[in-house]
C-alpha cells in the first residue's frame, strides 16, 4: 500500500516562498499521478496541481504562475514550490497519489500559515 508524508509546511511572510514535500513510500511505482489540494479554514478542500507520471503539470487558476510542481522519480517525491505567497494561500495542504487502479490515496497534510 502506497504511503504518502507531506513536510516543508510553516509560517511565511507574505510574499515569501516555501517549498512542500510528498514522499511516496512502498510501491510508488504504482503511482500514475500525484496532486496537491488544500483546506482553508472554514472551506471546502481546493485542488492546485497535478503532475502526471510523465511530468505534465496542471494548475489551479489561483496558483497559476506562483507555484510550481515537479516530481523525481528517484526520490519517489513530489514538490511544490510556492512564491510570491499571500493570506489566501494559508491552508492545510494535502498530497495524493492517483494509482494506475484510479484509488487515490491521501497523506495527512501540513500546515502552511502566511502572515505578518
Known amino acids: 500500500q502506497v504511503r504518502l508524508v507531506e513536510t516543508g509546511g510553516g509560517l511565511v511572510q507574505p510574499g515569501g516562498s516555501l517549498r512542500l514535500t510528498c514522499q511516496a513510500f512502498e510501491r510508488a511505482f504504482l503511482i500514475a499521478a500525484m496532486r496537491w489540494y488544500r483546506q482553508a479554514p472554514g472551506k471546502e478542500r481546493e485542488w492546485v496541481a497535478t503532475?502526471?507520471?510523465?511530468?505534465?503539470?496542471t494548475y489551479s487558476d489561483s496558483v497559476k504562475g506562483r507555484f510550481t510542481i515537479s516530481r523525481d522519480i528517484f526520490r519517489e517525491a513530489a514538490d511544490l514550490q510556492m512564491n510570491r505567497l499571500n493570506s489566501e494561500d494559508t491552508a492545510v495542504y494535502y498530497c495524493?497519489?492517483?494509482?494506475?487502479?484510479?484509488?487515490?490515496?491521501w497523506g495527512q497534510g501540513t500546515q502552511v500559515t502566511v502572515s505578518s
Open positions: 503532475i502526471t507520471r510523465d511530468d505534465r503539470p
Open positions: 495524493s497519489a492517483v494509482l494506475d487502479d484510479r484509488r487515490e490515496i
